[in-house]
């Protein structure tokens, strides 16, 4: 597989975080951890049956303990941190500050072995930055100091998130497969956490089951194994910065399904993530 085939693999992850939203406003009204755990049982199954079915159980052995330790904390982590945070401030808000992770992939990675951060990254990522700040918190209430704490957790989020790609990238001779492994162990502590913080309500009829579905087949199962493929092997500059296209797309995906509103703002939004990954790309050849 070559780089940019590779590269092309990791943006499938971001295509399905953008249903991310929908699937969730449709999974409703069951809590947040506990749809992480469920999810997250489903993503971490669909890992199980591929290593059966390629027979990698001797893989999953060689993986060391650290690795395991590492990615499940920063799955979870980014998770528990993004919930959370949606909690304690105001959505527009937090969510523009977790979705701080593309921006920071692309600063940290200048950090790895062999890679260079050149002035067209930093421009590109600034440009597409903005572009998903316009969507994130059009119609927001602006900062405000009572939600400092929700404001904390989700530049953790972002910080967490990511810190997971990046070191990723570290770990490139590590199976693909381990990635079922985080999942399952995301699960456990969400369904322990659940247990303690949450009252149990189940998908509420048959939409909300097949939403729940879709999110453990798509944002929150195959999206994790197409990432770490892409993060591992493809231009993790490019990924990062075309990652602000998840915004974007979420937001269509609203709109076409009547929960959103269209407006110029998703235009100019366009403008500047295409034109940012454009920038970026050009600086990476």
């Avoid at 590779?6 to 951890?33: C, N, Q, R």
């Avoid at 469920?38 to 669909?46: K, L």
């Avoid at 591992?232 to 959103?260: C, E, F």
């Amino acid at each position: 597989m070559t780089q940019t085939q590779a590269t092309g693999v990791g943006f499938i992850a971001v295509m399905l975080w953008a249903l991310l939203a929908v699937l969730t406003v449709g999974s409703a009204p069951t809590p947040p951890l506990l749809l992480n755990a469920i999810c997250f049982a489903i993503g971490g199954t669909i890992g199980l049956i591929w290593v059966a079915a390629t027979d990698g159980w001797r893989d999953l052995r060689g993986v060391p303990v650290m690795v395991y330790v590492l990615g499940s904390l920063g799955v979870f982590g980014y998770h528990a941190l993004y919930f959370s945070a949606l909690r304690a401030a105001p959505a527009a808000e937090a969510g523009l500050i977790a979705y701080l992770w593309p921006l920071l992939i692309v600063l940290f990675s200048g950090l790895l072995p062999g890679e260079t951060l050149k002035r067209g990254h930093l421009i590109g990522a600034g440009l597409a930055f903005v572009g998903a700040a316009s969507i994130v918190s059009g119609g927001g209430s602006g900062f405000q100091t009572q939600y400092l704490p929700g404001y904390g957790m989700a530049l953790l989020c972002a910080l967490t998130w990511s810190g997971y790609s990046v070191v990723s990238r570290r770990w490139g001779d590590v199976p693909t497969s381990s990635v079922a492994v985080f999942c399952l162990i995301t699960a456990a502590a969400s369904a322990g956490l659940h247990m303690v913080l949450e009252e149990t309500v189940w998908p509420d009829g048959p939409t909300a089951w097949a939403s729940t579905l879709m999110l453990g087949l798509g944002p929150v199962g195959l999206a994790f194994y197409v990432w770490d493929i892409g993060v591992k092997r493809g231009d993790i500059q490019v990924l990062g910065t075309s990652s602000y296209a998840a915004p974007l797309v979420s937001t269509l995906v609203l709109v076409a399904a009547g929960i959103a509103a269209p407006s110029w703002t998703l235009v100019i939004a366009a403008v500047l993530i295409t034109g940012g990954a454009i920038i970026a790309a050009r600086a990476s050849a």
